[in-house]
């Protein structure tokens, strides 16, 4: 009989197993032979067998590397030692035969031979190795010009979606903003010096295929400010066509009913649109978004700990993204200056905001972008709320005085 | 001479990596379709066409696997590919005749190809019992059951709009799932076994306290020694102290298991993005194949494919039929745990007699 019967019920199944990939790096690794004997352990003690890590890494580097230990190392030695990692994958996550190749050589012989693609943050992640390992990958995949990514109190690795290299969508260049913001805050990437993690995630569209507005604390969201462009002939198409009913399921499910059907001729009140993407997704032919196009900035998303999960809102509702993005740096560093300032250890710039309230908070941001002489104006304004404060405790700072004549 | 040391180079430059006819038409894309299930195909203003080829993958990937998509991306696809933020694998290739050639390689290996549209996509997870030291569950292992029973929903568009899952095995959710469609969470039920006469000498007490979002760590003198103590009547089981403290294991395998939440969604599209909201506050750790919460996600997905109407995502079909609605449906049990009781809960509260009978 096997000696890992549960682990070997989850290689059936139509969905591609885990359990096959695990085994198909055991071929040549005895650290991956070793992960599948103490999965199957977790899986009897239903508890996990990893330690919390230590403190290992690259020299000159904080960040980038995961410690991470079994806590029955005499037992299961090939994953004495399994730590991770974390190598900067490239913009929109794509890659040629050749450069994944470079890696895949240095990771066979180093390492584990199992990787995540990709991390939930988004680095390429290579899972499991020694200690004595870490600084050979790391000059080996540096002479092939990749470099680690961040973790702990950092700039963690910016990601984002596809954009303008395959979508029609994308309103802003994704992949360079990313490869940007990486490229030009390296020090804040692999050095942390921040009150916490900060996440930049960039999405071409209000569609947000890369999660930014829930996965990040800085989401940038590709959007624009004119009118949809219709193409009229193409509009009647799908109106004649079997594909879809236009008037149910485009012009009825428009959120702010915005849109009006007459015959074959579709029109819009684009001062009322929202520009969720509704309809544009479902008539990719007929409808495409206006010309003027930027980027809103929201901050703040982030997981539940410590103080509840949240979304990132609204700071600047549109922001004109040109390369090298020289507006967007500034806004990030008065955001990070406010922040490190008066932030605590491990508060999310987003509950600090909260903390701190988001008026004092934009305010502040402001001053700091106004001291810096930034082209970007910040202020409060009513397109960062869903509403008004409906509570009367205002702390007021402006009043009268009597004065004597 | 020592070797200079390369640093901070930082990302590839993507350039070297888009398909020559994405690099040629970068930004000049007019629209796009699905032709079927798992394949698209981007028309660029110039007339020139991408297709692509999607499939699902588990995350945890081999390098024999990946040098099987290398193989093929370099007999299809000029040897470009990517991965997406779902972790899937797409190849890209201006030849349609390509496109069937990819799918038979791949599906010769196991690789179901689709994902696209009205599917339900490829489910995001963490690393479970696989990698990590505060997980509650696995990840995987439910992922891998999920993913099976749901196998011809992914591979074709039977379901009213996309159904985009996910798994995080502990509170911290680095797998951020408070925003999908369905969301399976590993939770613990117990507070953190704590060494109390140890907690001072290896942890730093002011950052241990402060990782507590209830307030429930408090210094403490035992035997003399500086040590720290839990109000366990304000615990609810985060596993943030341990994270800062690796001593106090908060895992508990008689405790430890998952809870299922609903309705949430990332996209703008007619609705706005929203947090989800919690239907089954435990079910227990029953690996290999977690039966109960694979029941569980079938249930929900069965009542969102009878109810839920063109387009609609199931946290908008909930909207429009309402919660009571939605609980009657699936059989779920509503319970005392249902009611928030954190920050703004009353943000939940029913203010209105808005009630459907």
Known sequence: ?405 | MAEERITDQGAKDYKEFLHPVMLKNYGQWKYHEIVKPGVLVHVAESGDKIYTVRIGSPRLLSTKSIRFFMATADKYCDGFLRWTTRNNVEFMTDKEENVDKIIKEVEADGWPVGGTGRTASNMVHTQGWVHCHTSATDASGIVKSIMDSVFEDFTNENLPGKLKMALACCLNMCGAVHASDISVLGIHRRPPKVDYHLLGQICEIPTTIAACPTGAIRQDIVDGVKAMKIVEDQCMFCGACYTACPNMPIADPLNDGVSVWVGGKISNARSKPTMTKLVVPYLPNNPPRWPEVVEAVNKIISVYKENGKKYERLGEMIERIGWPKFFKLTGFEFTKYHVDDFKLAFKSYNTSAHLRF
């Open chain 1, 1 to 405: 009989m096997s000696d890992t019967p549960m682990i070997d019920e989850l290689e059936k199944g139509p969905w591609p197993s885990f359990v096959r990939e695990i085994r198909r790096a055991g071929e040549q690794s005895a650290t991956a032979r070793d992960l599948i004997n103490i999965l199957e352990l977790s899986y009897k003690d239903k508890k996990t067998h990893w330690k919390h890590g230590g403190v290992v890494g690259v020299r000159g580097y904080g960040a980038g590397v995961i410690g991470r230990y079994v806590d029955m190392p005499e037992k299961f030695p090939g994953v004495a030692h399994f730590h991770t990692v974390r190598v900067n994958q490239t913009s929109g996550f794509v890659y040629n035969s050749k450069g994944m190749g470079e890696i895949m050589d240095i990771w066979d012989k180093r390492g584990s031979g199992m990787t995540n693609l990709h991390g939930s943050t988004g680095d390429l992640v290579l899972l499991g190795t020694n200690t004595d390992e870490l600084e050979p990958i790391f000059t080996e995949i540096a002479k092939k010009g990749w470099d680690l990514g961040g973790s702990g109190s950092d700039l963690r690795t910016p990601s984002c979606c596809i954009g303008p290299a395959r979508c029609e969508f994308s309103m802003i260049d994704t992949l360079e903003i990313t490869r940007e913001c990486t490229n030009y805050y390296q020090d804040e990437l692999h050095r942390p010096a921040f009150p916490y993690k900060f996440k930049i995630k960039v999405a071409g569209c209000p569609n947000d295929c890369v999660a930014s507005i829930a996965r990040s604390d800085l989401s940038i969201i590709g959007t624009w400010k004119d009118d949809i462009r219709i193409d009229d002939a193409e509009v009647a198409k799908y109106v004649k066509g079997n594909e879809i009913d236009v008037l149910r399921e485009v012009v009825m499910m428009c959120p702010t009913k915005c849109m009006d059907l007459d015959g074959e001729k579709l029109t819009i009140d684009n001062g009322n649109c929202v520009r969720c993407m509704h309809c544009i997704n479902k008539m990719t032919k007929a409808l495409r978004p206006g010309e003027e196009q930027g980027a809103t900035i929201l901050l703040g998303a982030k997981a539940p700990i410590v103080e509840g999960a949240m979304l990132a809102s609204v700071i600047v509702p549109f922001l004109e993204l040109e390369a090298p993005f020289d507006n967007l740096k500034e806004l990030i560093e008065a955001f990070w200056e406010v922040w490190d300032e008066d932030g605590k250890n491990k508060e999310r710039i987003g509950e600090f905001m909260e903390r701190m309230g988001k008026g004092e908070f934009v305010k502040a941001v402001a001053g700091v972008l106004e001291d810096n002489d930034s082209e970007v104006e910040l202020d409060v304004m009513p397109e960062q709320l869903l509403y008004p404060r409906d509570n009367p405790y205002i702390f007021y700072d402006e009043y009268l005085e009597e004065v004597d004549d």
